[in-house]
């Protein structure tokens, strides 16, 4: 159980595009997803939380209206990079948890983004 | 502010010996710890978790030891494997879910 899928796992585009990575739960629900950005060898830095029905909550430094999140079901929450730039590219993790009291954070396999 | 801080960035071991990964964590107040496991090119994979009420868990071949004393977590993987090989991450729940900087765990043949 507690199964996140992330849609691409790879993908390349050119400056000046926007893409688009999708987060679902298959087999719970998810009122809150939380976005990931990871640099080679570095740890998981936090994004933005990402609430059903709802804005995004942002992390300090992080432009919301380059990285746009939808969070329109339970199940399924988007990650938009607009206008792309090579320093966008990343690895890209989303999450969630089944319950929001100390439960474990289950992870989608990430997707790399390369601009080029 | 919040931090989870590892120390050890790298650890080598050999296949069968067991291996000990550490944690230091700043927030007093966290009452929730977990540890990670991710491989090259892949999400992170939960390993084992471990409430601020408890100091000792064991899972299939890894246990996770909290002291609340020194905010100091570790995670000791029993019997390691090659398939162990990986970056470890330990993470603390506060506001939100902090990461340390991961320990890269090398098995040696």
């Known amino acids: 159980g507690a199964v996140v899928s992330q849609h691409p796992s790879r993908v390349i585009c050119k400056s000046g595009t926007s893409v688009k990575i999708e987060c679902r739960s298959l087999?719970?629900?998810?009122?809150?997803m939380f976005w990931y950005r990871q640099f080679p060898k570095k740890s998981l830095m936090l994004m933005a939380t990402s609430n059903e029905g709802s804005k995004a909550t942002y992390e300090q430094g992080v432009e919301k209206d380059k990285f746009l999140i939808n969070h329109a079901s339970l199940t399924l929450s988007t990650l938009t990079v607009t206008s792309a730039h090579p320093e966008d590219s990343s690895f890209y993790i989303c999450s969630a948890s089944i319950s929001s009291y100390n439960s474990p954070l289950h992870f989608g396999n990430g997707t790399r983004l390369t601009v080029t | 502010g919040e931090s989870v801080g590892l120390h050890l960035p790298t650890l080598s071991v050999q296949e069968g010996d067991n291996s000990i990964i550490n944690c230091a964590y700043s927030n007093s107040a966290s009452d929730y710890f977990i540890w990670y496991k991710q491989e090259s090119g892949k999400g992170p994979q939960f390993i084992i978790d471990i409430r601020s009420n408890m100091d000792k868990r064991q899972g299939q071949r890894v246990t996770v030891l909290l002291n609340k004393t020194v905010k100091h977590l570790s995670l000791q993987i029993a019997a390691t494997q090659p398939g162990d090989s990986a970056v470890y991450f330990c993470?603390?729940?506060?506001?939100?879910?902090?990461f340390g900087p991961g320990t890269r765990l090398s098995v040696l043949p």
């Open positions: 087999d719970f629900q998810a009122t809150t």
């Open positions: 993470a603390e729940n506060g506001q939100n879910f902090v």
